[in-house]
């Protein structure tokens, strides 16, 4: 390794150019054929109801054989800027090992949807088993609010309309089911996206730096043909068609989004003005304040999780076991190293 830190800096700087050349934007209008026409601007309109979900998961405990994990899920309504109610689920601790297949989402999966799941859920991954574990609460949460918001209300998922376990994909697909039937508007929003373009280019600076070539001021809206992206991040178990949308005229970024498959062109532009009219918070301008409400209600942050540990703790002391025992069973010499 002969390598300098100044050419290994030289070396990373140069690939992230590489990424985003400077005629990005040319290229992109170029080969996507993309023009002024296809970039909508959104009218000013007064938000109505609006629905938002979201999930949280945090490693509480973890062992050579043993995790354990702690899991919620959030609906928040809002009417007009008022939140009108909002209800989490109980913290819930989900037990990964040990063994090869979950119990515990055997369990819950049974619980929130009253039928056992189609395939068990492998404890060899810890932490992608915590978050379908989430993701089973955050649909159940979904499922339930899409049944009881008021018709033509405005729904918002955090992430994309695209399953990570086999078992959630009915699920899913009735979210989408009931919303369509209740006349919902239905849309996922992600927080961050690695979708690229032309091999690698990031999509959301091209489509970004051609909206303001051609002078289109936010909020706007595209809808991103299934062909201009490049599809290694784009999986079976999609049920959404992907759209970006710049919400305000203060926008930092824009955001990805995906709508149900099929959504006709007035129907995504009535979901895009539904998003805008909830997307004026001053704190973060161009994101949907009732999502932004969900995530900071239902995160597990470094404090709760320091308490459940001492609760564990001081549980298992109850039942004779020593401190030396659980630091065998949970100890970790990282934190050894940091005390030096």
Not at 18 to 42: C, M, N, W, Y
Not at 172 to 180: E, S, T
Not at 244 to 267: C, F, N, Q, V, W
Request: glycine fraction near 10%; hydrophobic fraction near 40%; charge should be negative.
């Amino acid at each position: 390794m002969n390598e300098s830190y100044e050419e290994s800096l030289g070396r990373a700087i140069g690939k992230i150019a590489s990424h985003v050349p400077e005629d990005l934007v040319r290229k992109f209008a170029q080969e996507t054929g993309i023009t002024k026409d296809d970039i909508h601007a959104i009218p000013a309109d007064p938000s109505g109801i609006v629905s938002a979900v979201d999930g949280s998961n945090s490693m509480i405990v973890e062992g050579g054989s043993v995790t354990i994990a702690a899991i919620r899920a959030v609906q928040t309504t809002f009417s007009g800027n008022i939140r009108h109610n909002r209800s989490i689920t109980p913290l819930t601790l989900v037990t990964i090992g040990p063994g090869h297949r979950n119990r515990d989402f055997d369990e819950l999966y049974l619980e929130c949807f009253g039928t056992p799941p189609h395939k068990g859920l492998d404890n060899a991954d810890p932490g992608r088993a915590a978050a379908i574990l989430r993701d089973t609460l955050e649909y159940w949460v979904a499922l339930r609010t899409a049944e009881t918001v008021p018709e033509g209300a405005l729904l918002l998922l955090d992430g994309a309309l695209r399953v990570s376990s086999q078992n959630h994909e009915p699920v899913l697909a009735d979210i989408i089911r009931i919303a369509q039937e209740r006349s919902l508007h239905l849309a996922a929003v992600a927080k961050r996206t690695s979708a690229t373009w032309g091999g690698g280019h990031p999509l959301l600076p091209a489509i970004t730096g051609l909206a303001e070539q051609l002078g289109i001021p936010g909020p706007w809206w595209t809808k991103i043909d299934e062909h201009i992206p490049d599809h290694a991040g784009y999986s079976p178990g999609r049920h959404g068609e992907l759209y970006i949308a710049s919400l305000h005229p203060h926008a930092r970024l824009p955001l990805k989004m995906e709508l149900p498959k099929g959504t006709s062109e007035p129907a995504a532009a009535a979901t895009m003005q539904a998003l805008a009219a909830c997307a004026g918070d001053g704190r973060i301008p161009g994101y949907p304040y009732p999502l932004l409400d969900a995530h900071r209600t239902v995160i597990i942050d470094e404090p709760l999780v320091m308490q459940v540990q001492q609760d564990i703790k001081a549980g298992l002391s109850k039942r004779g076991m020593k401190n030396r025992t659980f630091e065998n069973l949970f100890g970790d010499l990282h934190g050894e190293f940091e005390r030096y």
